[in-house]
């Protein structure tokens, strides 16, 4: 396609003159209408916040009874404060003893467990298939670093199968 200029020089920068005033035209009264809108906005919000402080104020008691909801958010507060101390001393007894059955393999029966939340002390006694199931479950005890100090009586190994057993040993509580 051809393209001709017929229009003069002084022609054309008229009208690119006449186009940016236009635009300029356009983008003041963009803004003055903006303006507006938001003036009008403020004046609402003024005018709605003017009748809910003639409404506060119509009601003494309202003031009065802020003193007491600050009274009650301090026994609210001190309540929580009360319940993390009591759960920050818990243990998590499930995590305990799911810890102690990963170790425990299928040759080996518990009869009793306790435990001495004072002392971190777990007392287990059961009974053992075979001495050599009997020494892995001290030897897995020993490996998990959950357990030491366990006390391991020589009486556990004088029987070779059916080996009644007594262990103590302290826990780490984590």
Request: contains cysteine; proline residues 2%.
């Amino acid at each position: 396609m051809i393209e001709i200029n017929v229009l003069p020089e002084e022609s054309k920068k008229i009208i690119r003159t006449e186009n940016v005033y236009c635009c300029a035209k356009k983008m003041l009264l963009f803004l003055t209408i903006m303006v507006l809108f938001v003036s009008i906005i403020l004046l609402l919000a003024r005018v709605a916040l003017k009748y809910q402080a003639d409404i506060y104020k119509s009601f003494p008691a309202a003031h009065e009874s802020s003193s007491d909801a600050d009274s009650g958010t301090k026994e609210i507060e001190d309540k929580i404060s009360t319940v993390k101390k009591i759960q920050g001393d818990s243990i998590n007894w499930y995590k305990v003893i799911s810890d102690l059955t990963l170790v425990l393999n299928k040759d080996i029966k518990l009869e009793s467990f306790s435990i001495d939340r004072d002392s971190a002390v777990l007392s287990i006694s059961g009974v053992a298939k075979t001495r050599e199931s009997f020494l892995q479950l001290k030897s897995d005890l020993e490996n998990s670093g959950k357990y030491f100090n366990i006390d391991f009586p020589v009486k556990n190994l004088l029987e070779k199968e059916n080996v009644e057993f007594d262990l103590r040993f302290n826990v780490k509580f984590i």
